[in-house]
């Protein structure tokens, strides 16, 4: 198993940067595509980006595209997530997630961090 433990969260305004680290404990977890999700208040929990094991590969968002960028390091078994141009509606609580994929055209996630809140005044 792999266990994520988030980081990184915080106030932040409008048009600045964040980076989200993600420390996932656990010898397997070079094998696992990584990915963050998000969850605003009364709303649904939403993929953000997802990379692959290798790091080769990355999917995003729309709504995120061209402002965030997923990475990992895998020595350090940690993939991080820098934020820029943020803005109010990037507001949630940052998941990040282990073993990634893809079900019936949506992403979801076997493990799951606790998540950290980001927020972002205008």
């Known amino acids: 198993q792999v266990h994520p433990v988030e980081s990184g969260g915080g106030l932040v305004q409008a048009g600045g940067s964040l980076r989200l680290s993600c420390a996932a404990s656990?010898?397997?977890?070079?094998?696992?595509?990584m990915g963050w999700f998000r969850q605003a208040p009364g709303k649904e929990r939403e993929f953000v980006a997802a990379?692959?094991?290798?790091?080769?590969?990355?999917s995003y968002a729309d709504s995120v595209k061209g402002r965030f960028t997923i990475s990992r390091d895998n020595a350090k078994n940690t993939v991080y997530l820098q934020m820029n141009s943020l803005k109010p509606e990037d507001t949630a609580v940052y998941y990040c997630a282990a073993n990634a994929y893809i079900v019936a055209g949506s992403w979801t996630s076997d493990y799951w961090g606790q998540g950290t809140q980001v927020t972002v005044s205008s």
């Open positions: 990379i692959s094991w290798s790091g080769g590969s990355t």
């Open positions: 656990g010898r397997t977890f070079n094998n696992y595509a």
